[in-house]
T-cell receptor, first 116, second 108 residues
Framework: DAGVIQSPRHEVTEMGQEVTLRCKPI?????LFWYRQTMMRGLELLIY????????DSGMPEDRFSAKMPNASFSTLKIQPSEPRDSAVYFC??????????????FGNGTRLTVT | DAKTTQPPSMDCAEGRAANLPCNHS???????VYWYRQIHSQGPQYIIH???NNETNEMASLIITEDRKSSTLILPHATLRDTAVYYC?????????FGKGTRLSVIA
C-alpha cells in the first residue's frame, strides 16, 4: 500500500485566497483525521471522521475552515479565505479499526501551507 | 487530562540503547500508551503501543511499570536515522493529543 497520500506537498498562496488540501487514506481504513502543526502550538487535531461522517470538529479553528469526506477514499480540508496565521503543515492520518481510538494512526507526509 | 510528561531532549551514542522515559501518572484503566516519532519534514510514524504488558516489535520495546504510571521506550541499537522527536501519548476515549515530545539526537 502507498500509505496516506496528501496533495499538494507545498502550497503558497496570498491572503484571502481559497486553499484546498487533499487526502487519500489507506484503503480499508475507516477513520480519518486532520492535524495541523506549527512551531508554537505543535500538533493539533482539527477534525476526525469515522465511516465518512464527521465525529469531532471541535478543533477546527473557525468558520473559515471546513472539511469533507465524500467517500471512503478521499477527504478535503478547505480554508476560505486564507490568512497568514493559517501557515502551517497540515497532516492527514487514517486508522482502520472502527470507531475505536485505540488503533495506530498512519500519517501522510503533510502539506506545507504558506499564506503571504 | 490527556497529557504525558517527557524530557524535552536527550542524546544517545550511535549503537547504544536509547531509553526514552514517559510519565503518565493520570492514566486510567482503559487507556493505552502509544509511542510515535517524527523525523524532520515527515509525518509522525507509529512505533508501538501497550496497555499493561511489556511489548516488543521490530522497531522498539515498550516497558510499562506495574502501576502503569510511567513507561520507557527502548531503541536497542540507536542509529543516526533514529534522530527524531518521540511522542508518548495516552489513548482512550478521545483522539490522540500530541504533546511536545522528546527530541532524541543520536550522535556518531
Amino acid at each position: 500500500d502507498a500509505g496516506v497520500i496528501q496533495s499538494p506537498r507545498h502550497e503558497v498562496t496570498e491572503m484571502g485566497q481559497e486553499v484546498t488540501l487533499r487526502c487519500k487514506p489507506i484503503s480499508g481504513h475507516n477513520s480519518l483525521f486532520w492535524y495541523r502543526q506549527t512551531m508554537m502550538r505543535g500538533l493539533e487535531l482539527l477534525i476526525y471522521f469515522n465511516n465518512n461522517v464527521p465525529i469531532d470538529d471541535s478543533g477546527m479553528p473557525e468558520d473559515r475552515f471546513s472539511a469533507k469526506m465524500p467517500n471512503a477514499s478521499f477527504s478535503t480540508l478547505k480554508i476560505q479565505p486564507s490568512e497568514p496565521r493559517d501557515s502551517a503543515v497540515y497532516f492527514c492520518a487514517s486508522s482502520g479499526q472502527g470507531s475505536s481510538y485505540n488503533s495506530p494512526l498512519h500519517f501522510g507526509n503533510g502539506t506545507r501551507l504558506t499564506v503571504t | 487530562d490527556a497529557k504525558t510528561t517527557q524530557p524535552p531532549s536527550m542524546d544517545c551514542a550511535e549503537g547504544r540503547a536509547a531509553n526514552l522515559p514517559c510519565n503518565h501518572s493520570t492514566i486510567s484503566g482503559n487507556e493505552y500508551v502509544y509511542w510515535y516519532r517524527q523525523i524532520h519534514s515527515q509525518g509522525p510514524q507509529y512505533i508501538i503501543h501497550g496497555l499493561k504488558n511489556n511489548e516488543t516489535n521490530e522497531m522498539a520495546s515498550l516497558i510499562i511499570t506495574e502501576d502503569r504510571k510511567s513507561s520507557t521506550l527502548i531503541l536497542p541499537h540507536a542509529t543516526l536515522r533514529d534522530t527524531a522527536v518521540y511522542y508518548c501519548i495516552k489513548s482512550g476515549n478521545t483522539p490522540l493529543v500530541f504533546g511536545k515530545g522528546t527530541r532524541l539526537s543520536v550522535i556518531a
